[in-house]
């Protein structure tokens, strides 16, 4: 958040304690930040980017992963990045960074 000082970000997780772990992280900059306990399955508020690191593996099927993946997109603004690292490779996907079974997926969306 120090390299993008005008950025706000919202920090959405099921479990309260991965919550206050990023909310601690995240403490000097309290008024640039909010925590919401949610599912990425509920409600997205519009935005520039996603960013999902080791969250989207838990989806269980093909169907609910497409179905998840097209709601964050339908999210994005133009011009808006999805930024996934996951514990799942996905085989047709661009890979921007793998080590071992941790890779680094994007997508960008036109204007």
Known sequence: MEALPEVRVELVDI???MLEVAA????????R?????ARFQGELPRC???VASLAL???ATLAAKRELYR???DTLEPGGVVVVADAL???DADVFW???EIAVYGAFKGD
């Open 24 to 31: 601690t992280r995240c403490a000097r900059h309290a008024e």
């Open 57 to 59: 593996h838990h989806v």
């Open 15 to 17: 479990d309260p304690k």
């Open 33 to 37: 930040f909010r925590v919401r306990h």
């Open 89 to 91: 490779t996905y085989p």
């Open 98 to 100: 793998r080590d071992g």
């Open 71 to 73: 709601a964050i997109y």
């Open 48 to 50: 520039h980017a996603v």
